[in-house]
């Protein structure tokens, strides 16, 4: 979308340095477990429900974080909590290399996500949003695609690392590598300017705040639970099923990795969409591909095909979500955006950490994965009723107000 309305330059700046920020942060909280799983289970003996609970430790630390790391954003502002979350999530990532048992590993992946992700995600995508008076959509669809290449590219990365560092070498390099790349890239993002009459019309104008936020939350919340619920399933598990076929690791790291490789097209492409058909259309439409197809990978056995079905499943699965996070931006005002970014996300990372953990806990009381990708897609299914009745009240509010 192009107006005449000016935009500051240094827009582009705080994309960038966040699309970074979550490419490494949120891949390696989200499902950069997904990689030290086998590993793991060889090493110690350890059952697959009980290693994917660390994800899951992880990811129930980063949604509750999100309640109070977010409204602390709104008062605060984005980078000295966002400098605050790095520095912890780093540190987790290098005590984690010294630690050897369960709960060890749980309780400092709660921490991490507590104080690490959740001081990063929500300040984040808020601060990209409100730096946008229009066309948010793409550029929440670019940050986002930062947080794809992330979730593809740490379990990508962490496999060769295991492979030559083993499992606390590979803990140990990446919580470096964090805190070199993060902290300086937090120290670049910045508050935006105060708008002038002209700008808050026109943002006014791709805003539809006319259905109570509370209800939006509560709705959004209803249906991301269930939505990240199906898209963690093949996000924690992918790469074991496809272990589970014969290939090894790095040959099942690459095709999530190229899976989500293809995702930072997607996102792009979805924000572009919501741009113009509409936030809640754009993520129905991006949830009803990611539903449509998810049960399908576990009737491959083929590497190749891994490949093609990964390519096709992460274009679409990219937009889920780009779309809920546009959706949040144009249904809620700036002054409680990051508030309910918090609130929202915080039920999707429930949806995350209860779909890594089913997986894992299905596949070890039935030996395979069939019944855990069948609960992905019904909860996809569930999650395009309850988004459904959002869409109609946003519409019914407009037809109202006109």
Not at 77 to 89: D, E, H, K, M, Q
Not at 216 to 239: D, E, K, R
Not at 373 to 382: D, F, R, S, T
């Amino acid at each position: 979308m192009t107006s005449p309305v000016p935009q500051p330059q240094y827009r582009w700046v705080i994309v960038t340095a966040s699309a970074l920020i979550l490419a490494i942060s949120m891949g390696a909280i989200v499902n950069g477990m997904s990689a030290f799983i086998v590993p793991m289970q060889d090493q110690f003996g350890w059952a697959r429900g009980q290693i994917a609970l660390i994800n899951f430790a992880g990811i129930m630390g980063l949604a509750f974080g999100g309640l109070f790391m977010g409204p602390l954003s709104d008062r605060k502002g984005t980078r000295p909590v966002v400098i605050f979350g790095v520095t912890v999530l780093g540190l987790c990532y290098l005590a984690a290399s010294l630690m050897s048992a369960l709960w060890q590993f749980y309780l400092l992946f709660f921490v991490a996500g507590f104080f690490g992700a959740a001081a990063i995600f929500p300040p984040v995508m808020a601060a990209v949003g409100n730096w946008f008076f229009v066309g948010a959509g793409m550029a929440i669809g670019i940050a986002s695609a930062g947080q794809a290449l992330g979730q593809g590219g740490v379990p990508f990365v962490s496999s060769f690392l295991i492979k030559s560092f083993g499992i606390s070498g590979a803990f140990g390099v990446t919580g470096v590598f964090m805190l070199a790349t993060m902290l300086p890239l937090s120290l670049l993002l910045r508050q935006p300017p105060a708008a002038n009459d002209a700008q808050r019309m026109a943002s006014a104008a791709e805003e539809n705040t006319l259905v109570p936020t509370n209800t939006v939350i509560v709705t959004m919340s209803a249906a991301i639970i269930l939505c990240c619920t199906c898209m963690s399933t093949p996000l924690m598990h992918l790469v074991p099923l496809i272990q589970d076929r014969g290939f090894a690791a790095s040959e099942a790291g690459s095709v999530i990795f190229v899976m989500l490789l293809v995702a930072i097209v997607g996102r792009l492409a979805f924000g572009k969409l919501a741009d113009v058909i509409g936030a809640l259309p754009a993520y129905m439409t991006a949830t009803a591909w990611m539903t449509a197809m998810v049960f399908g990978f576990i009737y491959i056995d083929t590497l190749a095909t891994f490949y093609v079905y990964a390519i096709i499943y992460g274009f679409g699965y990219a937009g889920v979500m780009t779309g809920v996070l546009v959706s949040l931006r144009m249904l809620t005002p700036p002054s409680r955006r990051a508030s309910a970014l918090g609130i929202v996300t915080m039920f999707g990372w429930f949806g995350h950490a209860i779909g890594g953990y089913q997986g894992g806990a299905l596949y070890d009381l039935t030996g395979n994965y069939t019944a855990a990708y069948a609960v992905a897609a019904v909860a996809g299914v569930l999650n395009l009723i309850i988004v459904s009745t959002l869409l109609r009240k946003t519409r019914r509010a407009q037809v109202v107000a006109a």
